[in-house]
Structure formats: structure tokens, C-alpha cells
């Protein structure tokens, strides 16, 4: 609410400025009230910039600042210096002034929006982080995680934030695997494509495509390993075996899987759940079913109830890093004195 009436203000006072202005440059009637337009909207032209530019990493708008200043202070320079002979008269003295400082503040806002997006604090010595110090918020992605797409639902939420890192050789990996002539693979290469076209529309998020290569390594999950290493960033993953060798090598990880998998609802002993057997159980006579987020229900003795619903009572959970596994006896075998135990 205090946003709305700041910015009702502001057009109040640029249309106000426009219209006073007007009066005491022109003479015709209608020059108060044009004068009203054009300052009311150049009011709301700041604030649709101002609501671009939220969404505009802040070293991109320093950047962008930066050179338009410096633009502008060149074409000061040049007019003061070289031109000011050139452009006899007011009128063509303002209109090349006016050219100048428009072609070079252009000219430097660009550049500098562009060294904006390449500059990191990181590179000033400063603001280098110390051997011991943590993440600097930086998290590189791998292929897998990828095309895999929870990232992008999680990103939706906002608990992500800060730069995404996404190395040349894993978008590679990724056009090599849309381009695959597997259509199972070509789907999964393309959904992966999609997902970071997802993940770079998030105005919370910076996706940076950097060209860091090393071409003495030749596995991917060893590359990413290094890139973490060189840019103090932490690995987002669900691949089981890249998380083990890069929490050996004390790399940060962050793992899909055990995050969901923590986000799973709570399932005690002694509670009733009813599912529907899909399949058979490795051991005689057990069935097997799921529950709507995927995880195993292990029955004992419902080999029989294939394709039918039952109501089960949950015997044990058990918890690893690759998913949960839920084991239970079907209701009507559980012993009299089963509830009685748990609800001690």
C-alpha cells in the first residue's frame, strides 16, 4: 500500500513539473496541459523501469549504471573538446549534444550490462574466499539432477536461491542426449533442455553458462567435481555415487533424493494404510505396492490379494539414502496385542 501511494506521488510530481514547465517555456494555450501528459508519463516510465529492474541481478545494474555514467561523462568531454567549434548555433548545438550523449550513454550502458554479467566479486582479492570459509551460495548442477525436473518445482517455490552454474560440457551432455536416436533418451535430453529454460525464467535465480573445460579429465562427474572446487560452490545431484566421492572430497552436496525423501509424510509403526498390491515380493507369498510419492510397501502374505486393495498395519520403516521402504502384515493377521504394544 505505501509502494501504491509513493508512486501515485511521483506521477503527481512529474506531471505537475511537466505542467508548470510547459507554461513557462511555451505560449499556446494547450501548453499546460501537454505538459501534464508528457511529465505524467515519463512518471510512469520510471515505474515500469523501476519494476524491471527488481528482476535484474544487482551487478548487472551496477554494471549498467556504471557505464552509462561514463558514457555520458564521454560525451561531455568530446562535445566540451572537439565539437563545440563544429555545431555553430543553439539549435544544431543542442542537437548534436543531444546525439552524442544518447549514442555513447547507449553505447556504455550496454557494455557495461554485458561486463556486468561477466564480473565476480569473487575475482577482486578482497572478497576472494579464504581456504576454510564456506559456499559462496554458488551450486552447479549435474545432468542428472537436470533432467530429472524437481529442481525446477523446487526453484518455484523460492527456497532456492543465488547463481545456478552450468558448465559447457553438461549443456553438451544434454544436446548429445536430445540428439540421441533412442527416443527414450532424446525425451529425457529434451526435458532437461526444458528444465533449465524453466529454471532461467525464475527472477529469484541467476543461471550463469560458464566455458570452464578441462580436457585432462575426461569423466563428467570429475569435471564437475573440479569446477565445485575452483568456483566454492556445492554440487546439486541425485546420483548416489557423485555424492559419495564429492562429500570424500569435501565438496558440499545437495541431493534431490534425500530432500524429498525428508519432505515424505511420517509413517509409525502400528498405523493402518490401505494399498493396492501391483506385484510379487522377492520372498514367497509377499506383495508388493506403492504408495501415490513411490515409495515400497513390502506385504507379507498378500501375494494373494494381487490387483486388490487391503488394509495393511505398518510393522517397520526403513530409511536409506536411495528411498524408504515401508514393511507391513496385512490387518487381519496382526496379532490382538499389536496395537497395544505401540500405543505404549
Known amino acids: 500500500m505505501g509502494l501504491l501511494i509513493l508512486r501515485i506521488l511521483l506521477v503527481a510530481a512529474t506531471g505537475a513539473s511537466g505542467y508548470f514547465l510547459a507554461l513557462q517555456t511555451f505560449t499556446f494555450p494547450e501548453a499546460g496541459l501537454l505538459g501534464l501528459g508528457i511529465g505524467g508519463a515519463i512518471g510512469l516510465l520510471v515505474i515500469l523501469g523501476e519494476r524491471s529492474i527488481r528482476r535484474v541481478p544487482l ?12 558514457g555520458l561523462m564521454l560525451a561531455n568531454v568530446l562535445m566540451n573538446s572537439f565539437f563545440s567549434g563544429i555545431f555553430e548555433g543553439l ?5 548534436g549534444y543531444f546525439l552524442i550523449n544518447c549514442a555513447l550513454g547507449y553505447l556504455g550502458f550496454l557494455l557495461g550490462v554485458r561486463k556486468g554479467r561477466e564480473f565476480e566479486l569473487t575475482r577482486l582479492p578482497w572478497f576472494s574466499p579464504k581456504s576454510g570459509e564456506g559456499c559462496n551460495g554458488h551450486k552447479v548442477l549435474d545432468t542428472s539432477v537436470i533432467i530429472d525436473g524437481r529442481i525446477a ?16 560440457f553438461i549443456l553438451q551432455e544434454l544436446q548429445h542426449i536430445a540428439d540421441s536416436s533412442d527416443p527414450l533418451k532424446r525425451g529425457r535430453g529434451r526435458r532437461g533442455l ?4 524453466r529454471i532461467q525464467k525464475q527472477s529469484n535465480l541467476e543461471v550463469k553458462i560458464v566455458d570452464q573445460d578441462y580436457p585432462k579429465i575426461q569423466e563428467v562427474d570429475a569435471k564437475l567435481i573440479a569446477l565445485a572446487k575452483e568456483t566454492s560452490a556445492k554440487i546439486v545431484t541425485n546420483d548416489f555415487n557423485l555424492n559419495k566421492v564429492a562429500e570424500l572430497q569435501g565438496i558440499p552436496v545437495l541431493n534431490i533424493n534425500q530432500l524429498f525423501n525428508a519432505l515424505k509424510p511420517v509413517v509409525l509403526p ?5 494399498v493396492k498390491i501391483l506385484k510379487e ?24 490379494y494381487m490387483g486388490k486393495n487391503v488394509d495393511v498395519t505398518v510393522t517397520s520403516v526403513l530409511q536409506t539414502t536411495a ?15 499389536f496395537y497395544q504394544s505401540f500405543s505404549h
Open 153 to 168: 518445482d523446487i526453484c518455484d517455490t523460492g527456497f532456492m536461491e543465488g547463481t545456478f552454474i552450468i558448465p559447457q
Open 194 to 197: 526444458d528444465v533449465l529454460h
Open 59 to 70: 551487478k548487472v545494474t551496477i554494471g549498467g549504471a556504471i557505464g552509462l555514467v561514463l
Open 281 to 304: 515380493g522377492k520372498e514367497p507369498g509377499q506383495g508388493v505396492a506403492y504408495l501415490d510419492d513411490g515409495t515400497m510397501v513390502v506385504v507379507d502374505n498378500a501375494r494373494r
Open 323 to 337: 528411498g524408504r521402504m515401508i514393511f507391513t502384515i496385512l490387518k487381519e493377521e496382526a496379532p490382538e496385542n
Open 91 to 95: 539549435g544544431i548545438y543542442f542537437a
Open 270 to 274: 502400528g498405523e493402518v494404510m490401505n
